[in-house]
């Protein structure tokens, strides 16, 4: 009987070895957002956007935008897409050329852009 056993455990491991990567189970990750300063929630920033992927697992943004600093594109990160969703995004909400403003939690590098909290369109409606 123990030596079934450690015959098993042996095809068993050397199955996980070998075995295909379709066999395994799916790792379980998320993106951290641990790079957002999030005791700051108040960095407003207005441009044009130039980018937008409504996506899981974040959504993600570039805008445009034109200050003393001159013309460049900054990069935002927001929420997963089912969260946008559910605060009232729906395709064809932000498109390219739209001129929008952001409230976000700033960066902790010091790197321009941030984490999204609020996006207000021109019409100033808000999700």
Same mark, same amino acid.
């Given at each position: 009987?123990?030596? %079934?056993?450690?015959?098993?455990?042996?095809?068993?491991?050397?199955?996980?070895?070998?075995?295909?990567?379709? !066999?395994?189970?799916?790792?379980?990750? *998320? *993106?951290?957002?641990?790079?957002?300063?999030?005791?700051?929630?108040? &960095?407003?920033?207005?441009?044009?956007?130039?980018?937008?992927?409504?996506?899981?697992? *974040?959504?993600? !943004? &570039? !805008?445009?935008?034109?200050?003393? %600093?001159?013309?460049? $594109?900054?990069?935002?990160?927001? *929420?997963?897409?089912?969260?946008?969703?559910?605060? #009232?995004?729906?395709?064809?909400? &932000?498109?390219?050329? $739209? %001129?929008?403003?952001?409230?976000?939690?700033?960066?902790? $590098? #010091? &790197?321009?852009?941030?984490?999204?909290?609020?996006?207000?369109?021109? $019409?100033? %409606?808000?999700?």
């Amino acid at each position: 009987m123990t030596r %079934k056993i450690v015959i098993a455990a042996f095809l068993i491991g050397l199955t996980s070895l070998v075995a295909p990567t379709w !066999l395994a189970a799916p790792a379980l990750a *998320h *993106h951290s957002a641990a790079r957002f300063d999030f005791s700051i929630r108040d &960095v407003k920033w207005s441009g044009t956007v130039k980018e937008f992927k409504a996506e899981n697992p *974040h959504t993600h !943004l &570039v !805008l445009e935008v034109s200050d003393s %600093k001159g013309i460049r $594109d900054v990069e935002f990160t927001a *929420h997963s897409l089912n969260n946008i969703y559910r605060n #009232g995004w729906r395709p064809g909400t &932000v498109k390219v050329g $739209d %001129k929008i403003t952001v409230i976000t939690a700033p960066r902790k $590098d #010091g &790197v321009e852009g941030g984490y999204v909290l609020t996006m207000i369109m021109a $019409d100033g %409606k808000k999700f």
